[in-house]
């Protein structure tokens, strides 16, 4: 079974400009889950997504957003991009959200480095 | 917000000690989660837990859910060089919550 795919892996943008990501779930699986890495920070959560309806959202900027497909396969954008976003943008997805047990368990994609300069 | 406290934040160990690093919270978790990541990749998951007192193991590793439900810990027993990287855990309260991460045990391993 294939895992979590995120495209592209990495990706430069500069100051002002926007940017789209893409993720694809694990076969099967209808929650995706977005989150921000980074050095300082570590793993903060941006959005969670389960059958093209954003379930929950984390405590950032509305530059950040989200959306699910009827596929399960999401996108993330950011608009208007400051350096403070360079970061590594990880995936997750789960078969159900809202069950408790091994149905809700995270599974994590290779992530997008993103740069901005 | 919550937030786990993850200790320790690095350890440098010799190839075949044992390893252990543990994760606390001031409030309750339902699940615990264990995630490895190696540099430029995403977390891959090691160890789930998903009740009170639990004791799961995944060949040299092993980790316990705390009874409190506010700790958990990992043990590596004879750690061997590809056991670097850093170690996350993470807590859920329940599936309509979004994960909960510690900022991660970053582990060396000297041959």
């Known amino acids: 079974k294939a895992g979590v795919t995120q495209t592209p892996r990495y990706l430069i943008k500069t100051r002002g400009q926007q940017v789209t990501l893409s993720c694809s779930p694990i076969s099967g699986h209808r929650s995706v889950s977005w989150y921000q890495q980074t050095p300082g920070q570590g793993l903060q959560f941006l959005f969670e997504?389960?059958?093209?309806?954003?379930?929950n959202k984390g405590n950032f900027p509305g530059r950040f957003s989200g959306r699910q497909f009827s596929n399960s396969r999401s996108e993330m954008n950011v608009s208007t991009l400051e350096l403070g976003d360079s970061a590594l943008y990880l995936c997750?997805?789960?078969?159900?959200?809202?069950?408790?047990?091994?149905?809700?368990?995270?599974?994590f994609g290779p992530g997008t480095r993103l740069t901005v300069l | 917000g919550q937030q786990l406290n993850q200790s320790p934040q690095s350890m440098f160990i010799q190839e075949g000690e044992d390893v252990s690093m543990n994760c606390t919270s001031s409030?309750?978790?339902?699940?615990w989660l264990w995630y490895k990541q190696d540099p430029g990749e995403g977390p891959v998951l090691l160890i789930a837990l998903y009740k009170a007192g639990e004791l799961t193991s995944n060949g040299r590793l092993t980790a316990q859910f705390g009874i409190t439900r506010k700790d958990s810990f990992l043990n590596i027993s004879a750690s061997i060089p590809s056991d670097v990287g850093i170690y996350f855990c993470a807590g859920q309260n329940s599936g309509n919550t979004p994960l909960v991460f510690g900022k991660g045990t970053r582990l060396s391993v000297i041959a």
């Open positions: 997750a997805s789960s078969f159900i959200p809202g069950l408790a047990g091994d149905t809700d368990t995270q599974y």
């Open positions: 409030s309750i978790f339902n699940t």
């Open positions: 997504y389960f059958s093209e309806t954003q379930r």
